[in-house]
T-cell receptor
């Protein structure tokens, strides 16, 4: 079984709709992250959380919100989706004692 | 964060060594060099990291120049499954430095 899972894997929605992307992990890591990737570009950090009570904005947080429901779960919400939020979204986890981040398989989101 | 320069693309024959260069001339003394790769639209995968000394693991070797201004990732016997975008990422050490800044990376194509 995958250590970091994301649901849904693909989603098509319309402008103005509220969307939630979910991430779950079985690695027991405290730290979780949300990134987005646009075609031909590297990943950019949206939000990150160092533990259940800690939420921090990344470099492109506008238009997004997050919820850390438990150590293992970190959700990303688009309150009112717009077309330029069409992208590939990745969740990642890490252990504070080590610097490697472990990524989920990604969610492909299309906003029409 | 240090800026990096990587070739846009490289080719390698299957079974041969793939040598991927990265220039990071502005790297600071406490920044490690991390390498990740991303196979088409999958989540990035950690490969290796180093500070000053050369490093080797089951996936690759990392050669860092003495002045630390550049490094080379070596895949000793490339296979078709190594076709991916490879990212060189300078990053501060210690558990408090979480940030991964992805550039555009190098697309390595391994040819049969």
């Amino acid at each position: 079984d995958a250590d970091v899972t994301q649901t849904p894997r693909n989603r098509i929605t319309k402008t103005g709709k509220r969307i939630m992307l979910e991430c779950s992990q079985t690695k027991g890591h405290d730290r979780m992250y949300w990134y987005r990737q646009d075609p031909g570009l590297g990943l950019r950090l949206i939000y990150y959380s160092f533990d259940v009570k800690d939420i921090n904005k990344g470099e492109i947080s506008d238009g997004y919100s997050v919820s850390r429901q438990a150590q293992a779960k970190f959700s990303l919400s688009l309150e009112s989706a717009i077309p330029n939020q069409t992208a590939l979204y990745f969740c990642a986890t890490s252990d504070p004692g080590r610097n490697e981040q472990f990524f989920g398989p990604g969610t492909r989101l299309t906003v029409l | 964060d240090a800026k990096t320069t990587q070739p846009t693309s490289m080719d390698c024959a299957e079974g041969r060594a793939a040598n991927l260069p990265c220039n990071h001339s502005t790297i600071s003394g406490n920044e490690y060099v991390y390498w990740y790769r991303q196979i088409h639209s999958q989540g990035p995968q950690y490969i290796i990291h180093g500070l000053k000394n050369n490093e080797t693991n089951e996936m690759a070797s990392l050669i860092i120049t003495e002045d630390r201004k550049s490094s080379t990732l070596i895949l000793p016997h490339a296979t078709l499954r190594d076709t991916a975008v490879y990212y060189c990422i300078p990053r501060g050490g210690g558990g408090s430095n979480y940030k991964l800044t992805f550039g555009k990376g190098t697309l390595l194509t391994v040819n049969p």
